[in-house]
């Protein structure tokens, strides 16, 4: 006999980290499509010393936005593996967050570490782990 997926809602604290991951996706997506104009608008005006730096965080960019979006949809259909992939790209964030700290941008990184925080608390809690394995 084939077991069926339970009816059982989503855990809050996930549809919450959620939008936050979904956010972070669009605001990725947003900032590497900002830097592929900004590279290009560089080159128009000459300055190509740095160009290839800028299409490379762009494209890294890109592609975590497009992996954030990913994670976000394999999660909410029981896909662990995307609970697992967000958890490292926010202790990723974390320690991103803590650099920028120590470089002076106090406020902008104790903000994305509490965002990060609170997406790994979403993420990683009990009843999310249950609800996406055996939801």
Known sequence: MVQSKST???PGGLKGALVVVW??????????LVGFHENQNDIDHGYTDHSGLLVMASWVTLGIAVLLAACALATAAHQDWARRTVIVLEVLNLLSDAVLV????AVAGLLGMVVAVAV??????????????WG
């Open 8 to 10: 059982e809602p989503m």
């Open 102 to 105: 120590m470089a002076g941008g």
């Open 23 to 32: 956010l972070q996706a669009a605001v990725n997506l947003v900032y590497a």
């Open 120 to 133: 790994i608390g979403g993420f990683g809690s009990r009843r999310t782990i249950a609800w996406v394995r």
